[in-house]
């Protein structure tokens, strides 16, 4: 399958070289996805809110078409730091953001820990509140396990192994947006950058902002799939309750990949949210 997804943007930074792209003219949104996708997760939510921001999505070091090299740090705190650093040198000034799984825990370290002004802040399934890596019958951790073998398997196993991984979130993934998702990972190089993030995903790296979550100011969306296989969704409620005055929206039918299971139903839930829309407003 050609992978047409292409971002058009690239941004050096002391961490790698990242890929980036711009849509659209208004306030900006910067939209950050989570693993072991890329940007391309945002496709279908892109063109609702271009109509009335300018929409910063970029794949995240050491994903998609972003920088993979050898004994790369690509962990939550160095993605957080990377974020920091992309909204100043495209001189944005509190952007509204968006972030789905480990994005939101990135999105929440930049806004928490790094001092980066956020205006609004979605959270999509996101990875945030502990524990979410505890599970040793889970995919991840056979790959942090096995990561040798998975680095040494063939790209058709390996495609069969991700098809599989991905189906366990409870989303409705057609053959065009798996193969989009793989194409990144494919070949020596692709599976090592696989291999590599997995094993430097630490649940303390966003443990340590979960006391300050009642700190956050600004306001705040949650979304969360009500199917979602990989995030449980009592989780949502609890990080509703954790940040004051947040807002949460529970997407029926849905999985752990919300843009892919209801794309027009997130797209409009953002453009609401973004816009200070009443149904959003505290």
């Known amino acids: 399958m050609k992978d047409a997804w292409r971002l058009g943007e690239r941004q050096g930074t002391s961490f790698g070289e990242v890929a980036y792209g711009v849509f659209g003219e208004g306030p900006p949104v ?3 996805h989570g693993t072991p996708t890329r940007s391309y997760l945002w496709r279908n939510i892109l063109p609702a809110l271009a109509e009335s921001h300018s929409v910063y999505t970029y794949d995240l ?16 705190p160095v993605q957080s730091r990377l974020l920091g ?16 799984d480990i994005g939101g825990g990135i999105v929440l370290r930049a806004h928490l820990l790094e001092g980066v002004g956020f205006s609004r802040i979605a959270l999509l399934d996101a990875v945030v509140l502990t524990p979410w890596l505890s599970d040793p019958r889970s995919s991840t951790w056979h790959v942090r396990e096995h990561a040798r073998a998975y680095e040494a398997m063939p790209d058709h196993l390996f495609g069969a192994f991700y098809s599989a991984y991905l189906r366990e979130a409870n989303s409705d993934l057609g053959q065009e947006a798996l193969g989009a998702y793989l194409a990144p990972w494919q070949g020596e190089d692709g599976r090592r950058a696989f291999v590599r993030q997995a094993l430097q995903f630490e649940e303390q790296h966003t443990g340590v902002i979960e006391p300050r ?8 969306l949650v979304v969360w799939g009500e199917e979602d296989g990989w995030l449980d969704p009592s989780q949502a409620p609890r990080l509703r309750q954790e940040i ?3 807002k949460l929206k529970l997407i029926s039918g849905a999985g752990h990949f919300v843009q892919e299971d209801a794309p027009d139903e997130v797209a409009q839930d953002l453009v609401g949210f973004f816009s200070g829309g009443e149904e959003w407003s505290s």
């Open 213 to 220: 979550l009642g700190s956050i100011e600004a306001p705040v």
């Open 61 to 76: 070091l050491g994903y998609g078409e972003s920088e993979k090299g050898v004994g790369q740090d690509v962990s939550i």
């Open 85 to 100: 650093k992309l909204v100043g040198t495209w001189g944005l000034e509190e952007p509204a953001i968006a972030g789905h």
């Open 244 to 246: 004051p005055g947040s």
């Open 30 to 32: 910067v939209l950050v």
